[in-house]
């Protein structure tokens, strides 16, 4: 599953910083739409994280709360992120 954050994020996720909630909510930010009986996505689901404009993912992570709360709440951390482009893990060139 993945999940797009605005331009606003790109910055901060390549710093190492979780998602806030607005980086997903704000124009430019997309997450899987929820219905009335099922969330888009549940807490503690793993997610691709794209950024708007760009082809390819910059990050890894889970949800700390459901996409339904992250859009009503619109507030916190809404994902922790586990692994960035350029972090040591990007880095490591041969994994033993």
Not at 16 to 32: F, H, I, S
Not at 39 to 46: A, I, R, T
Not at 68 to 76: A, I, L, P, Q, T
Not at 77 to 89: C, K, M, P, T
């Amino acid at each position: 599953t993945s999940v797009t954050v605005d331009k606003g994020a790109i910055p901060f996720l390549l710093g190492g910083a979780n998602v806030m909630c607005p980086g997903l909510t704000n124009p430019g930010g997309e997450m899987p739409a929820d219905d009335d009986e099922k969330n888009g996505l549940e807490k503690g689901d793993g997610v691709v994280i794209y950024a708007e404009g760009k082809e390819l993912p910059l990050a890894v992570g889970m949800m700390t709360m459901s996409s339904r709360d992250v859009r009503k709440k619109n507030k916190g951390n809404g994902i922790e992120v586990s692994h960035f482009l350029g972090d040591g893990l990007w880095l490591t060139e041969e994994i033993q």
